[in-house]
């Protein structure tokens, strides 16, 4: 077992819910990212994801929430030295890390991110990001998130592909 030098960390689940809200509303990313796939029928995977990350040394809020979640993974970020805790899973995303942030909101902008991003998932789990005008639907909305944030591919060439893919 972990221990924890944080106190927050030793409180009550309500207040472990709401540090855990408050912690991702500073440190978490909402995401959808697009990565090229020759032998999917669209062309594209599109992948959901919540990320958390925080330096080796303060690490522990990771693990608990790893525990809490029940599901992820923690990855080190050779980039920036962080460890990252991730959640990827579509099923995970909607049945647990969903309905948590649903119960237990973030108070920033992130928030706006947030409800981009669970319509993505309701979206993908109606299996919408196998069809073309799905996956319209789902980029217009992943690209609305995290502006400031880098992507690999432009939204018009995502689509492009996917016209293109789809006629073969």
């Not at 970020?77 to 049945?95: F, G, I, M, P, Q």
């Not at 309905?99 to 108070?107: A, S």
């Given at each position: 077992?972990?221990?924890?030098?944080?106190?927050?960390?030793?409180?009550?689940?309500?207040?472990?819910?709401?540090?855990?809200?408050?912690?991702?509303?500073?440190?978490?990313c909402f995401s959808v990212s697009?990565?090229?796939?020759?032998?999917?029928?669209?062309?594209?995977?599109?992948?959901?994801?919540?990320?958390?990350?925080?330096?080796?040394?303060?690490?522990?809020?990771?693990?608990?929430?790893?525990?809490?979640?029940?599901?992820?993974?923690?990855?080190?970020?050779?980039?920036?030295?962080?460890?990252?805790?991730?959640?990827?899973?579509?099923?995970?995303l909607l049945t647990k890390v969903?309905?948590?942030?649903?119960?237990?909101?973030?108070?920033?902008?992130?928030?706006?991110?947030?409800?981009?991003?669970?319509?993505?998932?309701?979206?993908?789990?109606?299996?919408?990001?196998?069809?073309?005008?799905?996956?319209?639907?789902?980029?217009?909305?992943?690209?609305?998130?995290?502006?400031?944030?880098?992507?690999?591919?432009?939204?018009?060439?995502?689509?492009?592909?996917?016209?293109?893919?789809?006629?073969?």
């Amino acid at each position: 077992m972990r221990r924890h030098n944080t106190p927050t960390l030793k409180t009550n689940v309500r207040n472990l819910n709401e540090y855990i809200s408050g912690f991702s509303d500073g440190e978490g990313c909402f995401s959808v990212s697009f990565s090229k796939r020759d032998k999917f029928l669209i062309g594209w995977e599109t992948k959901p994801s919540f990320c958390v990350a925080q330096n080796h040394d303060r690490a522990e809020v990771l693990f608990l929430m790893h525990k809490k979640f029940g599901c992820g993974f923690m990855r080190r970020d050779a980039k920036d030295r962080t460890l990252k805790y991730e959640v990827r899973s579509l099923n995970d995303l909607l049945t647990k890390v969903i309905p948590h942030f649903e119960n237990y909101p973030l108070r920033s902008g992130k928030s706006k991110d947030f409800k981009l991003f669970k319509q993505v998932c309701l979206l993908m789990d109606k299996g919408r990001h196998t069809t073309l005008n799905g996956l319209k639907e789902i980029t217009r909305l992943a690209f609305k998130m995290n502006p400031s944030g880098m992507r690999k591919y432009k939204r018009d060439e995502i689509l492009a592909r996917a016209r293109y893919q789809m006629k073969i």
